[in-house]
């Protein structure tokens, strides 16, 4: 007898990817995965200095605007104001006050400008506009919280990072502009430029101070604060004449001065203020993490003196 044993029929091979192919897709998809996530990583890192210098002119641009609107106010209200009901003020209300210190010394009457210089203004009006003359001053200070040397060629130790702190007292009766009261309220930091210009004309840059410190990654102020030397060298504060001129500065007004007077016939007088400050990123938590450097941002802020007009 004959036996057939039948066999089950195997199914055809499945066609599958070989070990190369899946190597080879691995290979592309890490590639892929990398440039997308360098890409996110690099969008982070410029998202986070584009916002670093937007916090930096915020900053700043507040600063700068409170100076302008002091300086708007500056000499208001004069002595011509209130002498008809303040006694001790003469009618005869010259912009130079030591011809008249009564007026000067008058709680009620604002001196107007009574110094200025590359590092230092002072004055007074009534610059909350509530009827009560205060007395300003901005002061340029350097790392160590001293005043900046204001004259051309001072030999100083000093260094930047500098900060420019801002005063306003009430004036007190009795005692002159430059005598007056002050105590330090707001503060703009990491300033870095402190110039003192030199020569004849007063030539806008020089003469600043030395930029000191390490970043945060540990580089010395000698590999890194060189890239930024230029900023350091430009005044924090210029004075210019009606026609545009710079003044030489420093100018201590309250001994008497021309430049206070706006007449037709003046030959140059004290028109308008600039403030320029060159801010430097904080060391920390404003270094660019891609370039590893601290953005500078510079503000401008000019301000027209519309009170130190003298009548003929």
């Known amino acids: 007898m004959n036996m057939k044993i039948s066999g089950r029929t195997l199914p055809p091979s499945q066609a599958g990817f070989s070990l190369l192919e899946l190597v080879i897709v691995c290979a592309i998809m ?43 106010q500056a000499g208001y209200p004069n002595c011509r104001m209130v002498a008809t009901v303040v006694a001790g003020v003469s009618s005869n209300c010259p912009a130079d006050y030591s011809i008249n210190p009564n007026a000067a010394k008058n709680s009620l009457v604002a001196a107007g400008l009574v110094y200025v210089s590359n590092t230092q203004i002072v004055f007074e009006g009534d610059v909350d506009g509530n009827g009560v003359v205060d007395t300003i001053r901005y002061q340029l200070l350097d790392s160590a919280g001293n005043p900046v040397p204001d004259t051309a060629g001072t030999l100083s130790t000093a260094t930047c990072p500098c900060s420019i702190q801002r005063s306003q007292q009430v004036k007190v009766n009795g005692y002159l502009p430059l005598a007056q009261p002050f105590a330090w309220s707001q503060e703009l930091q990491n300033v870095v430029n402190s110039g003192v210009p030199g020569g004849t004309p007063p030539l806008p840059y020089g003469g600043g101070l030395s930029i000191a410190g390490n970043t945060a990654w540990g580089a010395t102020n000698t590999s890194y604060y060189a890239a930024i030397s230029s900023f350091k060298d430009y005044p924090v504060f210029q004075a210019y004449d009606q026609f545009g001129g710079i003044i030489s500065m420093p100018q201590d007004l309250s001994t ?5 007077t706006c007449t037709s016939s003046s030959i140059s007088c004290v028109k308008s203020i600039r403030l320029t400050i060159n801010l430097l990123a904080n060391g920390i938590t404003g270094v660019d993490s891609k370039t590893n450097v601290r953005p500078v941002t510079t503000l401008v802020g000019d301000a027209r003196l519309v009170n130190n007009v003298a009548t003929n």
Request: negative net charge.
């Open 30 to 72: 890490t590639i892929v995965m990398v440039a997308v996530f360098n890409g996110i990583d690099l969008a982070t890192q410029r998202s986070q200095a584009e916002q670093v210098k937007v916090d930096l002119t915020q900053e700043g641009r507040e600063f700068v605007d409170e100076f302008e609107r002091d300086l708007h």
């Open 256 to 260: 008497g001065s021309t430049l206070l």
